[in-house]
């Protein structure tokens, strides 16, 4: 029996080595530098040899707003320090609501401009320019805020530059405007099976649930010692500013003759944070209207915006709420993001008032609430929510729909108006099925995001908002917290604008997006982009109208003299292009919104989810006997974060952790099988004996 006890020992140490083993991939060469390794904003180039950098000389932005339109240049220099000719391919984020219409790519003295093609077109010539030696560049968009750039033939030792320009509108609220620049990204969740081919190069396999997985999934590093961003932005608000700053970098500021301009400090910035500059006017500037137009191919164009009546101070009864806090705390909340994400909670839930009903349901890999149904905000059930959200901590997956669906489905009590506050950083790779989902059970509930984190997913953030008929913001730093949060419940105690409609001038016809003006919360505008048959006449007005809790109000914007603004068509068509895609998300004709997207995309030269922008050199430069090889550009994490918080946690559903668990309990079973036979066999001699 002592040697029976001593081989099981024995295997089960054996077990557990295997099981060790299985658990930690195959380490990599010592001759190789893996991507998690290599410093951030370098174009990652596959050698033979192993992982070489291209240095990056520069990065450079430049912003030109004009009352409401900014025009931003993006301007990205990589030299190729290795010993073969390389493509590149970068994927990097851009402000959800962009309007990109321009890319060049320089090579030495010269340069060749983009043209817009429909997206497989342009993938096609991209790719016999690079198979036949010619320089060539491609941008195509993946999402509407996440962009691939792919560069080929790029010799040893050269230096090649990509210029990107797009068109964005401001965001006016609360007296302020300010714009955003998103400096990297968080990496994606990616839930589902992996299908058998992939259509990129990411870390993440295309799977049932997000098919284009790996083109969204770049390489993540967690430092940079050598990659540089400058930044200018040129400010023309066209009235006095009051304030104008920098959110989350040092900038310095100088103004002449009203014209403001704002910095970077500094020859080195990280691009670990997304850059916000916000101004605002002094309080007699402040503006309750503004329409701007341009007209292209003979047709106006118009960006209209109105302030509602400020009803801050107007009386009326304040309807009980039910609010339910949703709190991400997967691995990508991991650090300053769930001290920023507890921080809110916290004070939403003690301001919470009497009379109100309230419930926590925070959400990683699986759900768990608080309560099983929203409870009274009574100080014991009030201090117990505190306590369980202090306790909270991130680790696995964004599993975000089970959390979604139960706040969603669990019965509303109709004396209180329900609330649903949501507090992620966004980071799925599933955007369109949460949209749908939030549509389809929404009901008479408001949602309400909050994006944290130095990179939330912008266009997460804004189109959730505006499925679930609420508003968004960001809480990108701890500081902020306590004023975002004291912003937000003005809006949540304050009733929204409902029912607004636009009267267009007679005679006129007008397709303007949104198609219908979501409410609107305290501080927000009226913001349209309207394209008309024909001119509008002196004396047209276009009346705004809408009720809230104080009654109807109305306002009215003249059109007769608006500012001359170069981009105003081009935004049109990013509305445009935005409607039809929701459109299509939710079930309509496939074929005819399609080519409602492609009309509008080429005829305003803009890259969208069915056009990419293609430049390609005439003169082949890379010998056919030169082999060529690519890879993809790392991204910076983001600040307060790790990729051991990320990554060490599930981030894909591929088959691997499945297929070691059953490996182990096949091993396991193998080893059970293999002792019983060995005793069963020394019994046997036992009584043979």
Do not use: C
């Not at 005439?618 to 090889?629: F, G, I, N, Y």
């Amino acid at each position: 029996m002592q040697t029976i006890k001593s081989d099981l020992r024995s295997w089960l140490w054996i077990l557990a080595l295997l099981l060790v083993l299985q658990a930690y991939p195959e380490p990599a060469s010592a001759s190789e530098t893996m991507p998690d390794k290599v410093q951030t904003g370098s174009l990652l180039w596959r050698m033979e040899q192993g992982y070489t950098t291209a240095t990056t000389l520069n990065t450079d932005v430049q912003m030109n707003i004009s009352g409401l339109v900014a025009r931003v240049k993006v301007r990205q220099e990589f030299r190729n320090e290795g010993g073969e000719w390389v493509e590149g391919i970068y994927v990097f984020p851009l402000p959800d609501k962009a309007a990109v219409d321009r890319m060049r790519l320089h090579v030495g003295e010269r340069f060749i401009e983009g043209e817009i093609r429909e997206k497989e077109q342009a993938k096609k010539e991209y790719e016999q320019a690079k198979q036949s030696g010619k320089k060539a560049s491609l941008v195509q968009q993946q999402r509407a805020n996440l962009f691939t750039t792919s560069v080929a033939n790029v010799a040893p030792g050269e230096l090649v530059v990509v210029e990107i320009e797009y068109l964005e509108d401001l965001r006016y609220e609360d007296g302020r405007f300010s714009i955003r620049f998103p400096m990297t990204l968080t990496p994606r969740y990616i839930p589902g099976q992996a299908l058998p081919d992939r259509q990129g190069s990411g870390w993440s396999a295309d799977t049932d649930q997000v098919k284009d997985a790996s083109l969204i999934t770049p390489p993540q590093v967690t430092r940079s010692a050598n990659h540089k961003i400058s930044l200018t932005a040129n400010i023309d608000a066209g009235m006095p500013l009051e304030i104008i700053a920098s959110r989350y970098h040092p900038v310095s500021i100088s103004e002449r003759n009203g014209r403001y301009t704002v910095e970077l400090s500094g020859q080195r910035t990280t691009m670990d944070h997304d850059f916000e500059l916000v101004w605002q006017p002094i309080p007699s500037a402040e503006p309750r209207a503004m329409t701007f137009t341009e007209t292209v191919d003979g047709k106006p164009y118009h960006l209209l915006m109105v302030m509602p009546p400020n009803q801050q101070e107007e009386p009326g009864a304040r309807m009980p709420r039910e609010t339910i806090f949703i709190v991400d705390t997967s691995g990508s909340m991991h650090g300053v993001s769930m001290a920023q994400a507890k921080r809110a909670v916290d004070l939403a839930i003690q301001a919470l008032k009497p009379g109100d009903l309230f419930n926590v349901i925070e959400f990683d890999s699986y759900t768990t609430a608080l309560y099983p149904h929203s409870m009274p905000a009574s100080p014991g059930n009030v201090a117990n929510a505190r306590n369980f959200v202090q306790q909270l901590r991130a680790d696995g997956g964004t599993e975000m729909r089970p959390a979604l669906k139960l706040a969603l489905r669990t019965p509303a009590q109709e004396s209180h108006l329900r609330q649903i506050v949501f507090i992620t950083d966004g980071s799925v790779g599933y955007e369109d099925q949460m949209f749908s989902m939030i549509e389809q059970n929404l009901g008479a509930a408001r949602l309400f995001t909050v994006g944290i984190g130095s990179a939330p997913n912008s266009l997460f953030m804004r189109k959730a908002a505006e499925a679930g008929r609420g508003t968004y913001t960001f809480i990108s730093a701890l500081h902020e917290v306590s004023e975002k949060m004291e912003a937000l419940f003005r809006k949540l105690e304050h009733p929204q604008v409902t029912d607004i409609t636009l009267h267009w001038p007679s005679g006129v016809i007008v397709d303007s997006y949104p198609a219908f003006v979501p409410d609107l919360y305290l501080g927000e505008p009226v913001s349209v982009r309207a394209r008309a048959s024909n001119a509008f006449r002196r004396g047209d007005v276009l009346r705004v109208t809408g009720n809230s809790v104080a009654g109807s109000w109305a306002a009215d914007l003249s059109l007769d003299s608006p500012v001359q603004s170069e981009g105003v068509g081009a935004l049109w068509a990013r509305a445009r292009i935005g409607e039809l895609i929701d459109q299509e998300r939710r079930g309509g004709n496939a074929e005819e919104l399609r080519s409602g997207i492609l009309e509008t995309a080429l005829a305003h030269h803009l890259v969208s989810k069915y056009t990419s922008l293609v430049a390609v050199d005439k003169t082949p430069v890379r010998p056919a006997s030169d082999p060529l090889s690519s890879e993809q550009v790392p991204n910076l994490m983001q600040y307060g974060q790790s990729t051991n918080a990320i990554f060490g946690f599930p981030a894909t559903a591929t088959g691997a952790p499945a297929m070691r668990v059953m490996g182990a309990a096949w091993l396991l079973a193998a080893l059970l099988f293999f002792v019983l036979l060995r005793t069963s066999k020394r019994r046997s001699r036992g009584r043979r004996s």
